[in-house]
């Protein structure tokens, strides 16, 4: 496992790649390109993805009192701007400065939130702490070592803060082949970790896990659904159905959220 510092390395390349986005090969295009028009419109159809965002804000709750970090957050994520809009203090954090940029023009009016390019693991770049909520949407699988990732959010957190998650997982077996498969092509791997059961538990046994919500579970098979020969209403009635399974099982089932291809998580400060 690499270290603290030895993360903050890697992260300069990774801060290239995202600025940049010339490091890309062709398998690692064709991998970005299935997650976000197929994976993502799939999440869509069956209703996934606006339930997640939903979601997240029930967790974050009034905001006007809370200090919150928007962490890896690019240009800006789904939620960005209505926490920027609406919390007590805002700070999205990127690696990427051209990213940062970008999002810190679209917050110019709100005097209360501002966004900065550095690393998260650095005291030095960003020393900022005590924050209510941290919101990691994508970003926590980022950290190839779990143990320094967990050390830095507790680190961060306020007492009895919280942390709202979502990450892709690599405990399916069919999900597991075929990331194998690809990992040895893949220009991102160095900073590329779906969690594996490991991690989750890492996550579990640290923080207070106090609601997950697995995705893409059983509903993964949607696209074979997509296939047979009946009405897009029936398709997505289907397919709508496996993800509520997925979503209400995996809350209390580690089978079924070991399943998934994704977790949400809200977890506590203990």
């Known amino acids: 496992m690499k270290t603290a510092e030895e993360i903050i390395e890697t992260n300069i390349k990774q801060k290239e790649f995202y600025n940049y986005k010339t490091h890309k090969n062709i398998p690692t295009r064709i991998w970005g390109f299935l997650r976000e028009k197929t994976l993502k419109q799939i999440r869509r159809d069956i209703g996934a993805l606006n339930q997640s965002y939903d979601l997240h804000k029930v967790w974050f709750g009034d905001l006007s009192d809370k200090k919150v970090l ?6 800006g994520n789904n939620l960005s701007m209505y926490m920027a809009e ?6 999205g954090l990127d690696l990427s400065d051209v ?21 998260f693991l650095s005291m030095t770049d960003f020393p900022d702490k005590d924050f209510d909520i941290i919101y990691a949407y994508g970003v926590l699988h980022h950290f190839q070592n779990p143990d320094v990732l967990i050390s830095k959010l507790n680190e961060k957190l306020a007492t009895n803060g919280i942390i709202v998650s979502y990450d892709p997982f690599e405990t ?9 498969l690809y990992r040895p092509f893949q220009s991102d791997k160095d900073w590329e970790w779906p969690f594996t059961k490991s991690t989750y538990y890492k996550f579990h046994n640290t923080f207070k896990v106090i609601e997950r919500h697995g995705v893409l579970g059983k509903a993964k098979w949607y696209f074979l659904i997509n ?14 159905r496996w993800h509520q399974q997925d979503w209400d099982n995996s809350m209390v089932s580690d089978k079924v959220l070991f399943s998934c291809m994704h977790v949400t998580m809200k977890m506590q400060k203990k």
């Open 99 to 119: 990213a940062i940029a970008k999002l810190n023009d679209r917050l110019k009016d709100i005097p209360t939130a501002k966004a900065i390019a550095a690393d």
């Open 86 to 91: 609406n919390s007590k203090e805002y700070i």
């Open 70 to 75: 928007d962490l890896g957050c690019f240009s």
């Open 227 to 240: 296939l047979l020969p009946i009405s897009s209403e029936k398709k997505q009635e289907i397919g709508k």
């Open 172 to 180: 399916s077996l069919p999900i597991k082949i075929i990331r194998v």
